[in-house]
T-cell receptor, first 112, second 117 residues
Framework: DAKTTQPPSMDCAEGRAANLPCNHS???????VYWYRQIHSQGPQYIIH???NNETNEMASLIITEDRKSSTLILPHATLRDTAVYYC?????????????FGRGTQLTVWP | DGGITQSPKYLFRKEGQNVTLSCEQN?????MYWYRQDPGQGLRLIYY???????QKGDIAEGYSVSREKKESFPLTVTSAQKNPTAFYLC????????????????FGEGSRLTVL
């Protein structure tokens, strides 16, 4: 599976949009982009995933560039409870879900 | 409500002792997984099971053992052979292993923090 690159940390004011970037320049055509987050001392939580079209759910929006080499997770109105480590992960066909590579992610801090 | 339950949340162990961490799910998921997380690090896969009575080693299986006698349960034993057992342990499950498709979602428990004294 392709590896991803994320900034180690970001911050955002409460109520503003948080835009978390992810680079996956070696992604192949059948690989999906997943986003999870982990609040301190809890298990990771699934947020969203996508292939090439932009996706939106109740938690966030996922914008994938046309060449699929990068993506952005958008939390439209960040709250203090969104402070967490955010993981961008690429998964290919043939590998198990359990082998999603959770690297160090991006520590997002939302401040009042 | 459906979910994954890990117990205990905190556990202290003396060197040389085996300990077993419990993981139960009522999501009717086929696949279950165990991960280890060290401070400031990502998750590393210890063992996983795609179906009852079958399991495979992950990337760091040495010093650990598992069983999958029931669909709902996937306990992890940290044996005395594990050199650095102090860590945060996470159990997860998914409807399928996702091996033949690209989609799916991992559901995680709240974790068990093991400290060796």
């Amino acid at each position: 599976d392709a590896k991803t690159t994320q900034p180690p940390s970001m911050d955002c004011a409460e109520g503003r949009a948080a835009n978390l970037p992810c680079n996956h320049s070696t992604i192949s055509g059948n690989e999906y982009v997943y986003w999870y987050r982990q609040i301190h001392s809890q298990g990771p939580q699934y947020i969203i995933h996508g292939l090439k079209n932009n996706e939106t759910n109740e938690m966030a929006s996922l914008i994938i560039t046309e060449d699929r080499k990068s993506s952005t997770l958008i939390l439209p109105h960040a709250t203090l409870r969104d402070t967490a480590v955010y993981y961008c992960i690429v998964k290919g066909r043939g590998s198990t879900l359990g082998r999603l590579y959770f690297g160090r992610g991006t520590q997002l801090t939302v401040w009042p | 409500d459906g979910g994954i339950t890990q117990s205990p949340k905190y556990l202290f162990r003396k060197e040389g002792q085996n300990v077993t961490l419990s993981c139960e799910q009522n999501l009717n998921h086929d696949a279950m997984y165990w991960y280890r997380q060290d401070p400031g690090q990502g998750l590393r896969l210890i063992y996983y099971s795609q179906i009852v009575n079958d399991f495979q080693k992950g990337d760091i299986a040495e010093g650990y053992s598992v069983s999958r006698e029931k669909k709902e349960s996937f306990p992890l034993t940290v044996t005395s052979a594990q050199k650095n057992p102090t860590a945060f342990y996470l159990c997860a499950s998914s409807k399928s292993s996702g091996r033949t498709s690209n989609t799916g979602e991992l559901f995680f428990g709240e974790g068990s923090r093991l400290t060796v004294l």
